[in-house]
């Protein structure tokens, strides 16, 4: 028995020792064979040893990944409008260029990291960002790492809070911008802008806007170190602010002098071919024909306001197997795709998400969101559900976010 625990031990120390003796990968070897994985096993990898560790969050990897990576995946956020419960982070993948118009995808389930709810701000470079009153939380879908910011704390009082996301190239680093805004009595508003660096020990900053005040009106969207989002100023009318991110300076900017850009509820900010974009939607509310027409107009020249058509298209109604009456814009791709929605689920038919590509002017494989996803989603007495959807594109990150 002695005999025999000896030659066991002696063969555990052989094997460690052969263990031990392997050649170790090179850092260079490891960083191209790394790099090639998508970021689910890169998670996964962080448990190897703490050199895989420490070289896989350190960021001069994940700003290689970054780079390097050409995963895209689809995201979407619903939510109830209404009452506020039952908040999905919905991680879709788009890995397929398809463009059969046959092509259903059913999603029935969610990501269960427990965001804040409320709005979807917006997205960049794979980080998302989320409101709650003044409570503002970056998440990374990828990492399910969830960070909320400090509390902000200013002299206008209220719930007029506004908030906008975005990463700013020239000294690699996220920005978070806040408007928080009341109304005086004179057709006045009272405003403040905050900006917060991501990282850690992150304060918040007052920083200096000298445009005439104004109160955000659409959801913002960030394009090469700006951040883009619609206004309205203090004598009601209504114009596009930029914010540079880098510098943190504002510009006015007119709309185009054509119909449908009196108000801005009916106009969506997009990324057209890497230059902001409005996809003029005011035909688009109420439509059951197959001659709705869309627009497409893009910045040339912020300084001097001038905007060209560049394109304008008879949406397909007819491909959208569509049977309502009004349709929705839940966000805008990097892809030249909008993505409609056929206005608020019923108790027996799903919610039905259409991507109209404009380029090629068709429908898009379409989403169906099933209503056992929306249970938690309190019904109201006609059994209608106002939701809140948000459809987006991104690539993958695995930056750790640093608190």
């Known amino acids: ?159 007029n809070v506004w908030n906008y996301f975005g990463h700013d190239p020239v000294h690699d680093v996220y920005k978070v911008l806040t408007l928080v805004w009341e109304f005086n009595k004179e057709p006045r508003v009272r405003l403040e802008h905050h900006v917060l660096v ?26 090469n170190g700006v951040l883009y989002y619609g206004a309205r100023t203090y004598d009601n009318r209504f114009m596009l602010m930029s914010f540079d991110l880098s510098s943190e300076e504002f510009n006015l900017i007119e709309f185009p002098n054509v119909s449908g850009f009196g108000s801005l509820c009916q106009i969506d900010l997009m990324n057209y071919k890497g230059r902001v974009a409005i996809f003029n939607s005011h035909r688009l509310l109420w439509t059951h024909s197959a001659s709705s027409l869309v627009d497409v107009w893009v910045l040339e020249d912020a300084d001097k306001s001038q905007w060209s058509l560049a394109k304008t298209s008879v949406l397909p109604v007819s491909q959208m197997d569509f049977n309502g009456y009004q349709l929705h814009t839940d966000g805008t791709s990097r892809t030249s795709q909008v993505w409609l929605r056929n206005g608020d689920p019923t108790p027996n038919q799903p919610v039905r998400f259409f991507g109209y590509d404009i380029e090629r002017n068709e429908i898009t494989p379409r989403i169906e969101v099933k209503l056992s996803l929306l249970n938690r989603f309190k019904k109201t007495k006609y059994w209608l559900w106002t939701l809140w959807s948000t459809f987006w594109d991104d690539i993958e990150n695995i930056m750790y976010l640093e608190t």
């Open 198 to 223: 991501l990282g850690a020990g992150a304060i918040w900053k007052n920083t200096q806007c000298h445009i005439p005040h104004h109160s955000p009106y659409t959801r913002g969207i960030s394009i």
């Open 1 to 159: 028995m002695g005999a025999s625990l000896c030659l066991a031990v002696r063969k555990k120390k052989k094997i460690a020792k052969e263990t031990i003796a392997l050649p170790e990968i090179p850092e260079e070897v490891l960083i191209e064979i790394l790099i090639r994985l998508p970021a689910k096993s890169l998670m996964r990898y962080k448990c190897v040893s703490k050199l895989w560790l420490s070289l896989i969050i350190s960021p001069y990897f994940t700003n290689l990944f970054l780079k390097s990576s050409p995963r895209r995946r689809l995201f979407a956020y619903i939510t109830d409008a209404r009452h506020r419960i039952g908040k999905y982070a919905l991680l879709i993948s788009s890995s397929s260029s398809s463009h059969d118009q046959s092509v259903v995808s059913v999603i029935d389930q969610n990501l269960t990291m427990r965001i804040i709810g409320g709005h979807f701000v917006n997205a960049v470079r794979g980080l998302a960002c989320f409101r709650a009153g003044r409570r503002v939380q970056i998440c990374n879908l990828h990492t399910r790492q969830l960070v909320e910011l400090p509390t902000i704390r200013s002299q206008v009082k209220g719930n």
